[in-house]
Nanobody, 127 residues
Framework: VQLQASGGGLVQAGGSLRLSCALSGRTSIPYVMGWFRQAPGKEREFVAVITRSSGRTYYLDSVEGRFTISRDNAKPAAYLQMNNLRPEDTAVYYC?????????????????????WGQGTLVTVSS
């Protein structure tokens, strides 16, 4: 399984970006697809997750209401629409996926819940 993240770039504060994550190498649909980010000098943190069938989502508190995660199971792919971006959103964003059914979306906030990871895409928000 390979995950390819794209869509990062440079944007001014208040702007928007849409990240994409395409999965290849396996025909079955992951149970969850998620996004994490790692800012310079900080540890990687959970951002958002979406489940396969019900489409339930869970977000990091600081992005709730500004970011929206979605998925297209036909491809399969996941997306992260980021609005009203802030300088503190600057980070490398990683997509991740897993096929294990562990429970509700809120469980999938830890990196250990994901086996498959993409290479990351850089988002820079200028003030």
């Amino acid at each position: 399984v390979q995950l390819q993240a794209s869509g990062g770039g440079l944007v001014q504060a208040g702007g928007s970006l849409r990240l994409s994550c395409a999965l290849s190498g396996r025909t079955s649909i992951p149970y969850v697809m998620g996004w994490f980010r790692q800012a310079p000098g900080k540890e990687r943190e959970f951002v958002a997750v979406i489940t396969r069938s019900s489409g339930r989502t869970y977000y990091l508190d600081s992005v709730e209401g500004r970011f929206t995660i979605s998925r297209d199971n036909a491809k399969p792919a996941a997306y992260l629409q980021m609005n009203n971006l802030r300088p503190e959103d600057t980070a490398v964003y990683y997509c991740a996926a897993d096929y294990r059914v562990l429970g509700e979306a809120v469980i999938y906030t830890g990196e250990d819940k994901y086996i498959y990871w993409g290479q990351g895409t850089l988002v820079t928000v200028s003030s």
